[in-house]
């Protein structure tokens, strides 16, 4: 913005030989002068050029860090969007896994079944349980993720939507 108006006047004052013999140096002197640089129009105009370049590109870098911004945003609603359907999937796989277990339990009482088919139902279970604890652990991760990119304290208690229709978040033009 500076850069773009007329520089700045210059004003100066040179002493010379202060206290100095009058017949020998003539004595003290003083000059005080007043100055301004003055460009040429060509000049002028080149740094006018310059200065429209810089605001230009300043644009861009911050066009690019936004679409950055949204798009590491846009990657963390997916990871948790992906984790909370995962734990959807291993919840109904764990219930699954629990009434196969019962059931199993209740033939092997009859006497139908081994008991080993009994050990077996109630490792899978406890596989599934283990494994839909794991990721019920992440969520804190990727929530704390969302919020630091967001900048805000706000809580949230999931992510919705609907993958097989999802679109991207971000759009360049509405920049």
Known sequence: MQSSLLSNPEFSILAENLGGDKDVTGGSQLTISLSQKIELQDKFNAKLNVIDIENDINDDLYKIKVSEVLNELEVAFLELFFLQEKINLYTYFTELAD?????????????????????????????????????????????????????????????????????????????
């Open 99 to 175: 009434l196969t277990y019962k059931t199993t339990s209740e033939i092997v009482k009859v006497g139908k079944k081994s008991p080993i088919e009994e050990t077996k139902a109630k490792i899978n279970y406890l596989e599934n349980f283990k494994k839909l604890d794991s990721l019920k652990s992440q969520i804190p991760f990727y929530k704390e993720k969302i919020v630091l990119i967001i900048g805000t304290k706000k809580e949230f208690s999931k992510v919705n939507g609907d993958y097989l229709s999802l679109k991207t978040i971000l759009n360049i033009n509405k920049l």
